[in-house]
């Protein structure tokens, strides 16, 4: 499992025990042994799947969790093998992060090497002469 696919089972898991200690309905079903966390985010990610989309809100995908855990019966479905991308309090690396302020100083090089580039190209014959008329009179 990917460090983004830990991150999104860590935070599901969270909201999850927070809402058992808060909710007495809930912690029971929580509590089911015949229920885990790592179904709980294989039914998730094939709902995702089904759905078509590709960006949900923090609450369309606790409501999966909580049905998962409130159905009895539910179909969880197979493991995927994919990558999710938890768009908050994403932690990275002290490495991740040179890597990434290298890769946007090169970008940023290139642009300005393009840019400095298309500024001092020469101009062509045709861009230099100036329209000239031929007249038969001198002036």
Known sequence: MGKGTEQFKATIREYLEYRASTDEL??????????????????????????GCNGFNDDEIYSMAIHYYDEENIEVGNP???????????????EEKREARQNALRQYG???LKRLQNCHRPRTAAQTTANVQPTLFDF
């Open 26 to 51: 809930f912690a029971p079903r929580y509590a089911d042994p015949k229920k885990n966390m790592d179904e709980c985010i294989t039914y998730i990610l094939n709902e995702v799947q089904r759905s």
């Open 80 to 94: 995927i093998n994919c990558r999710v991308v938890v768009n908050h309090t994403v932690e990275l690396t002290e």
């Open 110 to 112: 290139q642009e300005e």
